[in-house]
């Protein structure tokens, strides 16, 4: 049973960059798809970003294309994303999930809860001036 820990959320003011963490216990993240989900106030949850394991293909949604970056390093058991250039609609609660081996366009066929196999608490990034 896999437990996953976000952190690296907190106030950033615009154009700045934070990087979030997903640190997995309880058991390897080999040969598991790493996705990050956002849920802004009021809104559904969505996939953001996704890495694949064993060919490192990765999905990002459109409106962060180009400012985030999702990477893994396996040996640390942890999966990251990047943020750069931070923009008041990125304000959420960012949450890590893992899925077994799914390609990473997998993230835009189904729902959040349909996709992940484990999923962290979620970490805080609030963007203002």
């Known amino acids: 049973q896999l437990r996953l820990v976000e952190s690296g959320g907190g106030l950033v003011q615009p154009g700045g960059s934070l990087r979030l963490s997903c640190t997995a216990s309880g058991g390897s993240l080999d040969h598991y798809t790493i996705a990050w989900f956002r849920q802004a106030p009021g809104k559904e949850r969505e996939a953001i970003s996704a890495?694949?394991?064993?060919?490192?293909?990765?999905y990002y949604l459109n409106s962060v294309k180009g400012r985030f970056t999702i990477s893994r390093d396996n040996a640390k058991n942890t999966g990251y994303l990047q943020m750069n250039n931070l923009k008041s609609e990125d304000t959420a609660v960012y949450f890590c999930?893992?899925?077994?081996?799914?390609?990473?366009?997998?993230?835009?066929?189904?729902?959040?809860?349909?996709?992940?196999?484990?999923w962290g608490q979620g970490t805080r990034v609030f963007v203002s001036s």
């Open positions: 890495i694949h394991d064993f060919d490192g293909s990765t």
């Open positions: 999930s893992v899925a077994y081996n799914l390609e990473v366009l997998s993230v835009t066929l189904v729902t959040p809860d349909q996709w992940g196999d484990y």
